[in-house]
Structures are given as structure tokens and as C-alpha cells.
T-cell receptor, first 108, second 111 residues
Framework: GQNIDQPTEMTATEGAIVQINCTYQ??????LFWYQQHAGEAPTFLSY????GLEEKGRFSSFLSRSKGYSYLLLKELQMKDSASYLC?????????FGGGTRVLVKP | DGGITQSPKYLFRKEGQNVTLSCEQNLNHDAMYWYRQDPGQGLRLIYYSQIVNDFQKGDIAEGYSVSREKKESFPLTVTSAQKNPTAFYLC??????????FGPGTRLTVL
């Protein structure tokens, strides 16, 4: 079976750092995706982790621990435009199983 | 420009009617997917297709049907058997084992 858990909502201040955690139980696990979704829009790709460790891409970083079934997305130097939902998705074969999404609200 | 298009953007349906949502991609991707998203929720997989003339049920296929007659097209029909069809519908495509690219979505409302 597939199960992805992430917090429902987080609030942070502009310029700060926020870490969004994701735990997963995915049969045939290939890797872990993170997507950003602004309200009413389509999700856009942020990162894909296959191996353990941290991958950094500008202000966004993503971490994966396969042995712990755990990932996080780190958003640094938060900007108002980062207010969005962040979706964690476990990959198995060609299929993705999505968590419920974490809504991040950035306050001035 | 390569990408995924969905139409219409907004769709209104009367109870008891079937409606078909269009999804077209010119990315030359083999795999295509349909997801449903309810307010404040994540994405749930309805159907997916890894190759032309073949498709598989996802987690919530009841009340929906699909076809994959061409590589570029993967239309979704929401039938009258779907009791709660009001939702945001997203189509996606991908090469095997890679990131999925999403279309802009269709918002379906049952009147």
C-alpha cells in the first residue's frame, strides 16, 4: 500500500526558513518528489530525490532518508510568493502517490 | 512550445449528464495520468496510461472512463455514476520514471 503524511499547514515570516516534513510508506519505492501548487493552479516540479542525502537548488533544498521513510523540503529566505501548497509524492514505477499537501502562509 | 493543454477550464454539468474533459500533450511522453483534487486536499489518481490503447485504474476510478487511442490524447469522461464529481481535475504526462508535467486543470461543477 501507499501512505504519505505531511502537516496540513505552516506559517512563517518573510525572510525566515521553513522545513516541511514528509513521511512515507510506499511499496516498490523509486524516489520522492516535491511539487509547489499555488491556489487554483497546476502543481509545478520542485525536486526529485532518489538517493539519501540533501539536494540543494537555490533557495529550496530537499532531503531523503530511505531507511527512515522520511523526507523534508527546506525553503530559505522566504518570500511572499512562496505562499502556496507543497505536495510530497512517493514514486513507485510510473505512479505517484501524493500526500494531502502542506499549505505554507508567509507573513510580512 | 511543448506542453499539456486541458479544456475547458471551467465546466458545468447537470446531474445525470456525462461530460468529457480533454487532455492533449505534445511532449512525446508515453505515460499520461488523470487526477482529482478536492478543496484543501492532495491529488488522487483516477486512471493512468503507459502506452497507447492501454490504461489502468487508479485509486478512485469508479464513475470515470478513459481512452488512449493516440499518444497525444487522453480524454476523461465523468459519468452519471460518479456521485460527487465537483472537483478540480488535473491531467499529467511523463517519460517513464520521471517527473510528471501537469496541465492547467479543469474545474468541474455539478449544478
Amino acid at each position: 500500500g501507499q501512505n504519505i503524511d505531511q502537516p496540513t499547514e505552516m506559517t512563517a515570516t518573510e525572510g525566515a526558513i521553513v522545513q516541511i516534513n514528509c513521511t512515507y510508506q510506499t511499496s516498490g519505492f523509486n524516489g520522492l518528489f516535491w511539487y509547489q501548487q499555488h491556489a487554483g493552479e497546476a502543481p509545478t516540479f520542485l525536486s526529485y530525490n532518489v538517493l539519501d542525502g540533501l539536494e540543494e537548488k537555490g533557495r529550496f533544498s530537499s532531503f531523503l532518508s530511505r531507511s527512515k521513510g522520511y523526507s523534508y523540503l527546506l525553503l530559505k529566505e522566504l518570500q511572499m510568493k512562496d505562499s502556496a501548497s507543497y505536495l510530497c509524492a512517493g514514486a513507485a514505477g510510473n505512479k505517484l502517490t501524493f500526500g494531502g499537501g502542506t499549505r505554507v502562509l508567509v507573513k510580512p | 512550445d511543448g506542453g499539456i493543454t486541458q479544456s475547458p477550464k471551467y465546466l458545468f454539468r447537470k446531474e445525470g449528464q456525462n461530460v468529457t474533459l480533454s487532455c492533449e500533450q505534445n511532449l512525446n511522453h508515453d505515460a499520461m495520468y488523470w487526477y482529482r483534487q478536492d478543496p484543501g486536499q492532495g491529488l488522487r489518481l483516477i486512471y493512468y496510461s503507459q502506452i497507447v490503447n492501454d490504461f489502468q485504474k487508479g485509486d478512485i476510478a469508479e464513475g470515470y472512463s478513459v481512452s488512449r487511442e493516440k499518444k497525444e490524447s487522453f480524454p476523461l469522461t465523468v459519468t452519471s455514476a460518479q456521485k460527487n464529481p465537483t472537483a478540480f481535475y488535473l491531467c499529467a504526462s511523463s517519460y517513464s520514471y520521471n517527473e510528471q508535467f501537469f496541465g492547467p486543470g479543469t474545474r468541474l461543477t455539478v449544478l
